[in-house]
């Protein structure tokens, strides 16, 4: 089973700054067939389910805002919120969609400084 | 729209069953394969289990195979989950998800979500 281990637990950052979400499988999530990384991230509110932000590793959902973005391949992966708002308050999780059982990380605090 | 909505939560004592559903609406339904992802209160999002577009291929987290058994009947746009001999570990909302994959197999990317069901194990 692949393990999907995020850093940092939380994080606070400024409003308007940029803010940086690291992931790592535990196995390539790339497939060589197709070049794609089978890498997601969710945002999770409270009282909310978890929304789609990115998937493929750097494919924006649609109606994602543009200060999102992902990047990365093989084992390691970033989100970046380019310029954070406050409605970007939330816990982040990153997910492998490379193999069942698909797995989640453990989830990443963000927070205004 | 789309929309999941889920049903069938509730308190169980620990070794019980309980038999979650989940009504699908706004999208084809027999289109796309479907999930069940759990959440403990306080915890992270845990993968539960799958089913592609027509029952052919399933998949279950290891803490929960043969326990748990997961279903669908596209006539009534549903999913369903059965859950044997029920833990206090299953504690958790339970979120039906829809997966994105425009092929119908367990693609894996969790594009909508229901509000969950909770499901608590206690004595």
Redesign the interface.
């Known amino acids: ?1 692949i393990v999907m281990t995020q850093s940092p637990d939380s994080l606070a950052v400024s409003l308007g700054e940029r803010a940086t979400i690291n992931c790592k499988s535990s196995q390539s999530v790339l497939y060589s067939s197709n070049n794609k990384n ?1 890498l ?1 991230w ?1 945002q ?1 509110k409270p009282g909310q ?4 932000l990115i ?2 590793a750097s494919t924006r ?1 649609s109606g994602v805002p543009d200060r999102f973005s992902g990047s990365g391949s093989g084992t390691d992966f970033t989100l970046t919120i380019s310029s954070l708002q406050a409605e970007d308050v939330a816990v982040y ?1 990153c ?4 193999s ?8 990443t605090r963000l927070e205004i400084k | 729209e789309v929309q999941l909505v889920e049903s069938g939560g509730g308190l169980v004592q620990p070794g019980r069953s309980l038999r979650l559903s989940c009504a699908a609406s706004g999208f084809t339904f027999n289109d796309y394969a479907i999930h069940w992802v759990r959440q403990a209160p306080g915890k992270g999002l845990e993968w539960v289990s799958g089913i592609s577009w027509n029952g052919g291929r399933k998949g279950y987290v290891d803490s929960v195979k043969g326990r748990f058994t997961i279903s669908r009947d596209n006539a009534k746009n549903s999913l369903y989950l059965q859950m044997n001999s029920l833990r206090a570990e299953d504690t958790a909302f339970y979120y039906c998800v829809k997966d994105k994959g425009d092929y119908g197999d367990l693609q894996g990317d969790f594009d909508y979500w229901g509000q969950g069901t909770l499901v608590t194990v206690s004595s």
Not at chain 1, 49 to 52: E, F, Q, R
Not at chain 1, 95 to 98: L, T, V
Not at chain 1, 100 to 107: I, L
């Open positions: 089973d089978y997601a969710y999770l389910p978890p929304k789609l998937y493929w959902e999780y997910q492998q969609s490379y069942t059982p698909f797995s989640f990380g453990q989830g």
